[in-house]
Structure formats: structure tokens, C-alpha cells
């Protein structure tokens, strides 16, 4: 087996037997960078002397039997994730040059491990799309079919885990943005629960769904991900002070007595491509070959949950982008000797069309006398899908649904069309409205040829079950075809 096709669990134990190093391991994930990611554009910025010299400390501590879970491991972070080694971009023109003056939480976390971060990865502009074409670097192309979006915002991710250019990648998840570039590109994409993982040094869109997440070639690399980079954080006043469960220790056991809730609606969603469909069921299929019992649950107001999304997330978004003036972070427009048209311009010029759109929207929706009328009444339907959820799981221990209506879709298809690609997150929107945890696991493809993801969402800080789960149906459905590259 080649290096760069290690998961990080093999990965870990070869490190650990001395089999492998950390710099053999980093340079094999350079070279596969420098091979395909002209082709693919997972990556905003590489830094391969800041890898290797972190892969020989790694190897030194190794030797000297000081060896953490991610120790000497090549991981790759999406771009809106603060690091002082390297830009933060958040995939936008305003931020291209800003090098930030601290680490976020998680950064800091893998640092204590000495993971290897290799690069910065491509997304949609301040994570907000569902194709990564909305980014000023660029899109990222599909390494199952190059045609085809990788799904997003963390496409890049995606697209660097499935292509093998990194062994594991950090992804964030608004209203599915870990998840369903994971379920095009065939990869495991975790979203926690709210509150689970530090957002501090994340940068913000939408302050009440943001969360970061793993991105990982199988479940028991999320799990380990996870355990290391969860847990209360004082710098997050939204990060919750309960103990992290050992993930990767919980991942054995039969699925026996499981009850699977397979929400009608979901199911019913016009548009549900029938290939999806099919992949999907037949996935809850071997659930329930495995001992799992299916039952038909209702969550009624998912329904709303795309159009309620859409006014939440482009309101918090449309303050939280206020910062971006030109006078305190990345570029200004130099040439404006007024305050205001200096505003105008630098905005005007540094963010793209689909910030652009999602700033005025939100900005209107909080506009004096429009509060009650669209985020209020947002936040009302939003409770509604709240206790949706509360009804569903005394019914069901998890939820099985699709990721997205449709496989991953030609590039192009919506980017004049935003209506349509909005509506494509109608799966995903729920669980972080609702602030439970979800996770998208291959579970197998649509025409042959292009990956399609089970979703499993779980009650608030259950991510335990849903990765015993994913695990488990991971083995016995043994999906492993990759793309060819
Ligand atoms: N596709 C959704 C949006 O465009 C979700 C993005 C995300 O999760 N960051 O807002």
C-alpha cells in the first residue's frame, strides 16, 4: 500500500511500530499534492518546509516514546480556521494576504498531539455555498469525476481526504458543510453537536450553527479526530464544560435493538433523486440486516427548515462580516481618501457575488421593523424544529436520512442559479438548526461512479452512537472503491 492511501488509524500504527516515519509520511502526501492538485485546486496554500520540519519533530518525540494519537499524522485545514503559520483566506480576496496573530483552539489542540498541518484547503467564500465555486481561488474539482463539484463549502477538504492529498482534514458545518462535500466525494464527514467543539479562531459566519468538524477516510479516523479536538474551551463561551466520551473506544458492538427513525418527510422530498434513494435504503437495509428495527418518524417542520435557515444564516452572517472594513483586517482599497467610499470599495471589490447577496439579505431581514417579521419569526420555526426532533427521538435512537437530494452535480449547474443550490441543502439544514450532532458515511454509488452518504443524526452529545454505528455498517457493508486518479 502507498503512503499517502494510509487512514490515519494505519497511519498511527506504523508510526508506533517504527515502521514509518512522519517525514516519509509527509513527503508522500507533498508529492501526491504537487501530483494532482493542479487538477483538483483542494488547496489555497501548501506548506511543505513548515510540514517536514514539523514531521521531524514528530519523529523525534516518537522516538523518544512521546507518541499522541495524531503525532507525525499529515492533516490538512480548511481555510477559515486561524493558524499563524500560514494565511487564513476564508477562500475570499478581503482576507488573501491575512496572516492571523494566533492559532484557533483546535489548531492548538493538534499542535500539543505534533500533527503535521500540510495546508489550507478550499472553500466557498466564508463557507458560504454548497459547491465551491464560490471562492476567489477558484473551484474545487470532484476526484471522483473532475466535472463535478466536490459539494462544499469545505469542498476542499473533501476533495484533499478522497484524493489522498492529506490523511485527514478539519472542515466546518453551518447547514451541512461538512457532511455533504463529504457524502460527493465518498469521504466520512462528522458534524458535532453544537457546543462540542472550541469555535474560537474559527472564523465566524453564523454564530449560532457554527461548528468544526473531521473529515476523515473512515469512521474510526472521525472518531479519533474528534476525541482530540472536543472539549470545553474558556476562550468559547458557546463550547460546553462536559467530559469528552473516548470515541474510538466505543465503536465495537452490535447494532441489535437499535431503533432507526426514518423521518417521512425526508423521504418524500420531491426531488429526492431515485438513485439516492435507493443507495440510501439499501444502506438501512444492512442496518437492519444487522440487528437495527426501523421506524417511520415525522419531523413536520423540516419543511421550513431551508427557508428559515436562509434568513438565520445570512443575518448573523451580515453582522458578523461587518468587521471586514478595510481599516482593521486584509486588504484595503488604498486608492479611496474617504472613509465611506473606502468602505464601499474595499467590501465592493474584496467579496464576491454570493457574500455580496447573503450580506444584503441579511441585512435587510435586521433591518428596523423587519426583526420581528423574518429572524424572530426564523428563530420561532426554529424552536418548532427543535421540538421536532425532541418528539422524534423518544421514538428512535438515531435518524437515517440522505445527505443531499441529488449526487454531486456538474460545476456550472447553479452558479447562476443560487434558488437551486439553496434548496440542495434541504437534508443537511435541520441539525444545526436543531444543534445535534449528524454524520455522513459512504455508503455507496450512484451510477457506478459517483459516491453517495448515509446521513445519521443523534441526540445532543451522542456522537458516540452515531460513530458505533457508522463504524459498524462501514464493516459489514464494506464499502472501499476510490477514485480514479
Ligand atoms: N450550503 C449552506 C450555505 O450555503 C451551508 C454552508 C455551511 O455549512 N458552511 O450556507
Known amino acids: 500500500m502507498q503512503l499517502h492511501s494510509l487512514t490515519l488509524v494505519q497511519a498511527r500504527r506504523l508510526l508506533k511500530e517504527g515502521r514509518v516515519s512522519s517525514v516519509e509520511l509527509t513527503r508522500a502526501v507533498i508529492d501526491r499534492i504537487d501530483a494532482l492538485d493542479q487538477k483538483i485546486n483542494a488547496f489555497i496554500n501548501v506548506d511543505p518546509d513548515g510540514a517536514l520540519e514539523a514531521a521531524r519533530r514528530a519523529d523525534?518525540?516518537?522516538?523518544?516514546?512521546?507518541?499522541?494519537?495524531?503525532t507525525g499524522i499529515p492533516l490538512a485545514i480548511k481555510d477559515l480556521i486561524c493558524t499563524r503559520s500560514m494565511p487564513t483566506t476564508c477562500g475570499s480576496r478581503i482576507l488573501e494576504n491575512f496572516r492571523p496573530p494566533y492559532d484557533a483552539t483546535v489548531i492548538r489542540r493538534l499542535a500539543d498531539q505534533k500533527a503535521v498541518i500540510v495546508g489550507k484547503l478550499n472553500m466557498d467564500e466564508f463557507a458560504m455555498g454548497s459547491t465551491t465555486e464560490h471562492s476567489a481561488f477558484g473551484p474545487t474539482c470532484n476526484p471522483w469525476d473532475l466535472e463535478r463539484i466536490p459539494g462544499g463549502s469545505s469542498g476542499g477538504a473533501a476533495?484533499?481526504?478522497?484524493?489522498?492529498?492529506?490523511?485527514?482534514?478539519?472542515?466546518?458545518?453551518?447547514?451541512?458543510?461538512?457532511?455533504?462535500?463529504?457524502?460527493?466525494?465518498?469521504?466520512?464527514?462528522?458534524?458535532?453537536?453544537?457546543?462540542?467543539?472550541?469555535?474560537?479562531?474559527?472564523?465566524?459566519?453564523?454564530s449560532s450553527l457554527d461548528q468544526i468538524g473531521p473529515m476523515t477516510k473512515t469512521t474510526a479516523d472521525a472518531a479519533v479526530l474528534l476525541k482530540a479536538i472536543a472539549g470545553h474551551d474558556p476562550a468559547d463561551s458557546t463550547s460546553v464544560p462536559k467530559p469528552v466520551a473516548d470515541y474510538p473506544c466505543r465503536l465495537e458492538g452490535d447494532l441489535k435493538g437499535l431503533r432507526i427513525g426514518l423521518p417521512r418527510e425526508y423521504y418524500q422530498t420531491?426531488?429526492?433523486?431515485?438513485?439516492?434513494?435507493?443507495?440510501?435504503?439499501?444502506?438501512?437495509?444492512?442496518?437492519?440486516?444487522?440487528?437495527?428495527?426501523?421506524?417511520e418518524i415525522t419531523l413536520p417542520h423540516s419543511r421550513h427548515a431551508v427557508a428559515a435557515y436562509y434568513v438565520i444564516a445570512p443575518s448573523?452572517?451580515?453582522?458578523?462580516?461587518?468587521?471586514?472594513?478595510?481599516?482593521?483586517?486584509?486588504?484595503?482599497?488604498?486608492?479611496?481618501?474617504?472613509?465611506?467610499?473606502m468602505y464601499n470599495s474595499t467590501r465592493s471589490r474584496g467579496f464576491g457575488a454570493e457574500v455580496q447577496r447573503r450580506i444584503i439579505l441579511g441585512t435587510f431581514a435586521l433591518s428596523a421593523g423587519y426583526y420581528d417579521a423574518y429572524y424572530g419569526k426564523a428563530s420561532q420555526v426554529r424552536s418548532l424544529i427543535i421540538d421536532d426532533f425532541r418528539q422524534a427521538f423518544k421514538l428512535c435512537d438515531v435518524i437515517a436520512a440522505p445527505v443531499a437530494p441529488t449526487p454531486a452535480y456538474r460545476l456550472g449547474e447553479t452558479v447562476d442559479d443560487p434558488l437551486t443550490m439553496y434548496l440542495s441543502d434541504v437534508f443537511t439544514l435541520s441539525a444545526n438548526l436543531?444543534?445535534?450532532?449528524?454524520?455522513?458515511?459512504?455508503?455507496?454509488?450512484?451510477?457506478?461512479?459517483?459516491?453517495?452518504?448515509?446521513?445519521?443524526?443523534?441526540?445532543?452529545?451522542?456522537?458516540?452512537t452515531l460513530l458505533k454505528v457508522g463504524h459498524q455498517?462501514?464493516?459489514?457493508?464494506?464499502?472501499?472503491?476510490?477514485?480514479?486518479l
Open 60 to 70: 523525534e518525540a516518537i522516538a523518544n516514546g512521546d507518541q499522541h494519537d495524531l
Open 159 to 206: 476533495a484533499a481526504v478522497a484524493a489522498d492529498m492529506c490523511l485527514a482534514a478539519l472542515g466546518s458545518d453551518t447547514g451541512g458543510s461538512v457532511r455533504q462535500p463529504a457524502s460527493h466525494c465518498g469521504v466520512v464527514g462528522l458534524k458535532p453537536t453544537y457546543g462540542r467543539v472550541s469555535r474560537f479562531g474559527l472564523v465566524a459566519f453564523a
Open 270 to 295: 420531491e426531488g429526492l433523486d431515485p438513485r439516492v434513494e435507493q443507495v440510501v435504503k439499501g444502506a438501512v437495509a444492512v442496518l437492519e440486516d444487522m440487528g437495527a428495527r426501523t421506524v
Open 316 to 341: 448573523e452572517a451580515s453582522s458578523n462580516l461587518a468587521r471586514y472594513d478595510g481599516v482593521k483586517y486584509g486588504m484595503r482599497d488604498f486608492e479611496q481618501t474617504e472613509l465611506l467610499s
Open 434 to 464: 436543531a444543534g445535534i450532532p449528524a454524520i455522513s458515511v459512504p455508503c455507496g454509488l450512484a451510477d457506478d461512479r459517483l459516491p453517495i452518504g448515509l446521513q445519521l443524526m443523534g441526540t445532543h452529545f451522542d456522537e458516540a
Open 473 to 484: 455498517f462501514e464493516k459489514a457493508a464494506g464499502i472501499s472503491a476510490k477514485p480514479q
